[in-house]
């Protein structure tokens, strides 16, 4: 069954960064780029302004102005999701209105992270307030429980949501309870996209029902993949296999050196300078820097 909303996802959704200049301001003019990229490496979507894009450190008006650019960039070639999670509900909700009337293809949201829904009922009624503020787009719910604390297990979430919800899609799960994921991925048949969000566990999220994926390496990685979810669909668990040991061996490299701001240098690498991250992440320094491309170029990166 699939919601009369919903047009399916199939494929990668990569999770782009948000470029900055060095003084801190929005290079909304790299947006573009970014977007030809995506297109050209044969990714179907882009979930923006996330955590790899540094939501939760912009102002609501550059926020607004970056989905703006996404969505103009694209023009029909690569759909956008538009991160509007916030501690505010009535932000969150200013933000979902804007997504719809930008002509996004969909908005997302995590769980408020300071004053935490206290039960399932309470998180799917915030959910249900900002989805109803874009009533005509999908409403997809964004799990990352180390980010927010909230834990619910998400095969709980999904009929209330489902149910409570008229616009509920689907849910961006960034965690590892495969189990939990398998279960979502068979409620009522598959009804609800689910969108697998470990870059370096894609193959168990493939076997456990996933379709999509939403991942910040797929900005500079679809390369490698893309044969990885080919090798998959035909039965070839070895080569799969390969393919994520290569995808994992640099991710290593990255969550080593720091997480996002080594994967925005990496951005760089691969051909588009993203800039530096936002306090009160720090980026690189020339050392540390060196280092990280050293260690990316033993390792096969930037791809050939």
């Known amino acids: ?46 979930f923006v302004c996330g955590t790899t894009g540094e939501g939760p450190s912009l102002t609501m008006a550059e926020r607004m102005r970056v989905s703006g650019r996404w969505v103009a960039a694209a023009r029909n070639r690569l759909r956008v999701v538009v991160h509007v999670g916030h501690t505010s509900a009535a932000e969150a909700r200013e ?22 829904p206290a ?28 980010l927010t604390g909230v834990t619910f297990p998400m095969r709980e979430f999904l009929p209330v949501a489902a149910k409570a919800i008229p616009n509920f899609a689907g849910i961006k799960y960034t965690f590892e309870d495969l189990a939990d994921f ?15 969000g470990r870059d370096e566990l894609l193959i168990e999220g493939l076997a456990a029902g996933a379709t999509g994926a939403i991942g910040s390496t797929y900005s500079y990685m679809a390369g490698i993949y ?17 393919w994520q040991e290569k995808a994992n061996r640099i991710i290593a490299i990255m969550i080593r050196h720091g997480g996002l701001p080594a994967g925005k240098r990496m951005m760089a690498i691969a051909g588009i300078d ?31």
């Not at 993203?274 to 020339?286: F, I, K, T």
Request: charged share 15%; glycine share 8%; aromatic share 10%.
């Open 119 to 146: 039960s399932i009922a309470d998180l799917v009624g915030f959910c249900g307030h900002v989805a109803a503020a874009a009533p005509a787009l999908p409403f997809y719910y964004y799990h990352i429980p180390s």
């Open 226 to 242: 893309h044969p990885l979810i080919a090798a998959h669909h035909e039965a070839q668990a070895a080569v799969a296999r390969t």
């Open 95 to 116: 933000l979902a209105a804007h997504a719809q009337a930008i002509g996004a293809d969909g908005v997302g949201c995590l769980a408020p992270y300071f004053f935490r």
């Open 182 to 196: 398998a279960a979502c991925t068979r409620f009522e048949d598959g009804a609800y996209e689910m969108f697998f």
């Open 274 to 304: 993203c800039g530096p991250v936002r306090s009160p992440l720090a980026p690189l320094d020339g050392a540390a820097a060196a280092a990280l491309e050293t260690e990316l170029a033993a390792a096969g990166f930037p791809l050939a």
């Open 1 to 46: 069954m699939t919601t009369p909303h919903q047009q399916r996802f199939t494929g990668l959704v990569a999770a782009p960064f948000t470029p900055f200049h060095d003084d801190g301001a929005v290079a909304e003019d790299v947006i573009e780029r970014q977007c030809e990229k995506l297109v050209a490496d044969g990714v179907v979507g882009a």
